[in-house]
């Protein structure tokens, strides 16, 4: 049976993926070429859950099972704003953008997914889910030098408020790693039930 890799995400509206390319631009004047693999803007996305790979003919109840998690949850509005690092500004792996929903839809969204997504055999993220927009990674062979100076870089960047969007659905994408990176494509969008 064929897999695929896939996840659940919330894609972004064009003004916000304008404004993570604005950020990018203003970072890669300040940080040298080969420490970073910057993100394409137009990929950037909120992951929900990551499934991995999926036999084929599980979509379907995938799909399913997103359809009941959303059941009864209206759409809501999530702010896109600041800049970041994981771990940590001192050995950063990952540079971010943050995310913030002020009702808590968006953290019941997220806990919703992973119940219903539990049931069918795929095991929940121990991690706390912390909402973010991947920017960049560091490359592996970057130095710890030059890592505390990206981070230092990052501290120092105030990028302030990036839009809002409104958020009405999420989607099951699919995700093929080749050689420039990994190329994603929606399987399905599963709408929120406006209350």
């Known amino acids: 049976m064929e897999e695929i890799r896939t996840f659940v995400a919330i894609e972004l509206s064009a003004d916000i993926q304008s404004e993570l390319t604005r950020v990018q631009e203003m970072l890669k004047e300040k940080i040298a070429p080969p420490h970073l693999r910057w993100a394409d803007p137009a990929n950037v996305h909120l992951t929900l859950k990551f499934l991995g790979n999926v036999p084929l003919d599980r979509i379907q109840e995938i799909t399913a099972a997103l359809k009941e998690a959303c059941a009864g949850l209206s759409p809501f509005i999530m702010e896109v704003f600041g800049l970041g690092c994981f771990p940590s500004t001192s050995n950063p792996r990952v540079i971010w953008v943050g995310v913030q929903e002020e009702t808590g839809s968006l953290r019941r969204l997220e806990e919703r997914?992973?119940?219903?997504?539990?049931?069918?055999?795929?095991?929940?993220?121990?991690?706390?889910?912390?909402?973010?927009?991947?920017?960049?990674?560091?490359?592996?062979?970057a130095h710890g030098g030059a890592r505390r100076i990206i981070g230092g870089i990052v501290s120092a960047?105030?990028?302030?408020?990036?839009?809002?969007?409104?958020?009405?659905?999420?989607?099951?994408?699919?995700?093929?790693?080749?050689?420039?990176?990994?190329?994603?494509?929606?399987?399905?969008?599963?709408?929120?039930?406006?209350?």
């Open 113 to 141: 997914v992973e119940e219903s997504l539990a049931v069918l055999g795929f095991k929940p993220e121990r991690r706390s889910f912390r909402p973010h927009l991947t920017l960049g990674r560091v490359r592996k062979q």
């Open 157 to 195: 960047t105030s990028v302030g408020d990036l839009g809002q969007m409104e958020v009405g659905e999420i989607s099951l994408m699919k995700s093929t790693l080749l050689p420039s990176g990994a190329q994603y494509s929606r399987l399905e969008a599963i709408p929120l039930e406006r209350g």
